[in-house]
């Protein structure tokens, strides 16, 4: 069995080819059940931790069929102990005998796919003249989505905003090495940008309805629960929305489960995912002034297009 460490991840998944991957991988279809969720209480006073399975598996061997599940642990009192709050590993096997093949970094090929997915969306509601762009968070994902972002739009103004000055200044620096044109937004305003991407924790609205520009896209990929949330419901009820899948958002996503209790919205309000823009079904953005949403949970479908991409790149 090969083990493939994150170095060696973002070596064989460079962003077109990952976001090709998954564009395949969301029009042909897989079995890919909503994640499996399984608390983990800790000791004393410690928050509880949370135990994820998500498996996907494709069509038998003789067909190029695969199976994959990722496992992933989230732990906030790891914090304290100096590790990431999410550790994460994915076994990837053969489709008709079952024999492992690869066991690959969970972490890095989370980050990136999750990017892709993005850019995926990006290419089919984002103006392709997109030049600013607002990325609101200052961690993994938001690195890998302002790398993601500059790599599929003619992008000359990456501006980082975190809740923690020091950590956007960071991320600012490390992107601004790389040779993107990075810098540190001095608040939250999301006016004036092209496209608006948020990986957070946040649990109350961070991106506004009212204060979006017109012909914006908004990138949401941070709340992944129901009780979180990083944009209000006036933003919903004002944009074209659309998700990875669909059956994802209306059960985990913050934005729009919130968004729907307050009367704000409507399911219908989720116009389509990421499956009928890759199929045709749905144009994406169609008019230059037209405010677009993404909203994104993660598709288990993701984390195996990507594996097999990386198994067969090695």
Not at 230 to 238: M, T, W
Request: proline letters at 7%; aromatic letters at 4%.
């Amino acid at each position: 069995m090969r083990i493939v460490t994150a170095e060696q991840l973002r070596a064989a998944l460079p962003w077109a080819a990952l976001e090709q991957a998954l564009e395949a991988m969301f029009r042909q279809g897989c079995a890919a059940p909503l994640r499996h969720r399984h608390p983990l209480p800790q000791p004393g006073d410690e928050a509880e931790g949370m135990l994820l399975l998500m498996p996907a598996w494709t069509g038998p061997a003789s067909a190029g069929g695969f199976t994959g599940v990722k496992i992933v642990h989230v732990l906030p009192a790891n914090g304290a102990r100096g590790l990431p709050a999410v550790q994460a590993v994915y076994l990837l096997s053969d489709g008709a005998t079952g024999v492992p093949l690869a066991m690959l970094d969970g972490g890095e090929l989370t980050d990136r796919r999750t990017a892709a997915a993005s850019t995926l969306a990006g290419r089919y509601l984002a103006r392709p003249d997109s030049r600013r762009l607002l990325v609101m968070g200052a961690g993994r994902v938001a690195t890998t989505l302002a790398e993601a972002w500059c790599g599929r739009f003619p992008i000359e103004d990456v501006a980082i905003w975190a809740r923690k000055p020091d950590q956007a200044e960071a991320l600012a620096r490390r992107l601004a090495a790389h040779g993107l044109p990075a810098r540190v937004a001095s608040s939250p305003d999301p006016g004036g940008f092209d496209i608006v991407s948020c990986a957070t924790l946040s649990d109350a609205p961070l991106v506004r309805g009212a204060e979006i520009s017109p012909g914006t896209h908004v990138d949401l990929v941070g709340a992944f629960r129901p009780t979180m949330r990083e944009s209000d419901g006036a933003l919903l009820a004002r944009a074209t929305v659309v998700a990875d899948t669909r059956a994802g958002v209306l059960a985990e996503a913050g934005d729009v489960v919130q968004a729907i209790a307050e009367g704000a919205i409507t399911e219908a309000a989720v116009v389509a995912d990421l499956e009928a823009l890759t199929r045709g079904a749905h144009p994406g953005r169609t008019r230059p002034d037209e405010v677009t949403l993404f909203k994104s949970v993660g598709w288990a479908g993701e984390d195996l297009a990507a594996a097999i991409l990386a198994y067969q790149a090695g």
